[in-house]
C-alpha cells in the first residue's frame, strides 16, 4: 500500500497570502498622513473673513467673502490663485502688482502706503495674544519732524507660526508688511489713540490642524484665466 505525503514543494498557505500582502503594499504603498500645522480665522476691514491653512509645507488662504483662494505650496512656493465659482486659476505675480497707480495693489497696501515714504517698520515689543508668543511691529517716521497727522500702525505676528520665505516675501511687496518679517500676522491695526484702534486684520481663532498635501493645490480641471482680476472678481 502507497503512502500519500504533503508535497512540501507547493508553497504553504500563509506564504501566498504573505506575497499577496506584500504585493498590495507595493501597489498601493503607505497611507499618506495629514501634515501638522495650523488654521487661522481672521476678519477685518480690508478683506472680510478669511480662513489659514499652515503647515510647513504649504499655505492657503481662503478669502470667504471675496470668494477667491491663494495657494502655495513647497518646493517651489509659487503663488497662485483660484476661484471655485468660476473654476479659474492663475499664477500669482507678486512683482506686477507692487505699483501703487497700476490699480492692481492690494487694499492693505493702499492704507499703509499713505506713510510709505516717510516711515519704516521697526519691532516694538513682545505680548501674548490668544496663548502665542507675539513680535509687535510699529511703523515710525523717517523724518522725526513729519506732520502730527502720520498713521501709526501696529502688526502682531505668531513667533510659533513662521512663513516660507516666498509667503513672507509676497506679504511685504502686496500688502506693505515689513520686509524682514518672517512669521505670520495676526493683528493690524491704525493707532489712532492709546483706546482706539482700527482693525485691518483682525484674528478670530488659532487652532492647530492637520492638512493633506492637496490642499495647497489648485484644484485639476481648473482653467487658466486671462490675468488674477479675472480670478477675484
Given at each position: 500500500?502507497?503512502?500519500?505525503?504533503?508535497?512540501t514543494?507547493?508553497?504553504?498557505?500563509?506564504?501566498?497570502?504573505?506575497?499577496?500582502?506584500?504585493?498590495?503594499?507595493?501597489?498601493?504603498?503607505?497611507?499618506?498622513?495629514?501634515?501638522?500645522?495650523?488654521?487661522?480665522?481672521?476678519?477685518?476691514?480690508?478683506?472680510?473673513?478669511?480662513?489659514?491653512?499652515?503647515?510647513a509645507?504649504?499655505?492657503?488662504?481662503?478669502?470667504?467673502?471675496?470668494?477667491?483662494?491663494?495657494?502655495?505650496?513647497?518646493?517651489?512656493?509659487?503663488?497662485?490663485?483660484?476661484?471655485?465659482?468660476?473654476?479659474?486659476?492663475?499664477?500669482?505675480?507678486?512683482?506686477?502688482?507692487?505699483?501703487v497707480?497700476?490699480?492692481?495693489?492690494?487694499?492693505l497696501?493702499?492704507a499703509?502706503?499713505?506713510?510709505?515714504?516717510?516711515c519704516?517698520?521697526?519691532?516694538?515689543?513682545?505680548?501674548?495674544?490668544?496663548?502665542?508668543?507675539?513680535?509687535?511691529?510699529?511703523?515710525?517716521?523717517?523724518?522725526?519732524?513729519?506732520?502730527?497727522?502720520?498713521?501709526?500702525?501696529?502688526?502682531?505676528?505668531?513667533?510659533?507660526?513662521?512663513?516660507?520665505?516666498?509667503?513672507?516675501?509676497?506679504?511685504?511687496?502686496?500688502?506693505?508688511?515689513?520686509?524682514?518679517?518672517?512669521n505670520?500676522?495676526?493683528?493690524?491695526?491704525?493707532?489712532?489713540?492709546?483706546?482706539?484702534?482700527?482693525?485691518?486684520?483682525?484674528?478670530?481663532?488659532?487652532?492647530?490642524?492637520?492638512?493633506?498635501?492637496?490642499?495647497?493645490?489648485?484644484?485639476?480641471?481648473?482653467?487658466?484665466?486671462?490675468n488674477?482680476?479675472?480670478?477675484?472678481?
Open positions: 500500500m502507497s503512502k500519500k505525503y504533503l508535497d514543494t507547493a508553497p504553504a498557505i500563509g506564504e501566498i497570502l504573505v506575497s499577496l500582502l506584500l504585493l498590495f503594499y507595493l501597489c498601493t504603498g503607505p497611507a499618506r498622513a495629514d501634515d501638522p500645522g495650523w488654521s487661522i480665522t481672521q476678519s477685518g476691514q480690508i478683506y472680510g473673513r478669511s480662513q489659514f491653512a499652515i503647515t509645507k504649504g499655505f492657503r488662504t481662503d478669502c470667504l467673502d471675496a470668494g477667491y483662494t491663494l495657494v502655495s505650496a513647497a518646493p517651489s512656493w509659487k503663488i497662485f490663485l483660484f476661484n471655485e465659482k468660476s473654476k479659474s486659476y492663475f499664477p500669482f505675480n507678486a512683482e506686477a502688482t507692487t505699483n497707480s497700476s490699480g492692481r495693489t492690494s487694499l497696501r493702499t499703509l502706503m499713505r506713510n510709505a515714504d516717510e519704516y517698520w521697526r519691532k516694538a515689543y513682545k505680548t501674548k495674544f490668544k496663548g502665542h508668543d507675539i513680535t509687535v511691529w510699529r511703523t515710525a517716521p523717517k523724518n522725526p519732524k513729519v506732520s502730527k497727522n502720520f498713521k501709526v500702525m501696529e502688526l502682531w505676528t505668531a513667533d510659533e507660526i513662521p512663513l516660507a520665505r516666498e509667503i513672507a516675501a509676497f506679504d511685504h511687496k502686496v500688502n506693505g508688511l515689513p520686509k524682514e518679517m518672517a505670520l500676522p495676526l493683528r493690524c491695526f491704525a493707532v489712532a489713540s492709546k483706546r482706539a484702534r482700527s482693525a485691518f486684520i483682525e484674528t478670530t481663532s488659532i487652532e492647530p490642524g492637520a492638512f493633506p498635501v492637496t490642499k495647497f493645490r489648485v484644484p485639476q480641471g481648473y482653467k487658466l484665466a486671462r488674477e482680476i479675472d480670478v477675484v472678481m
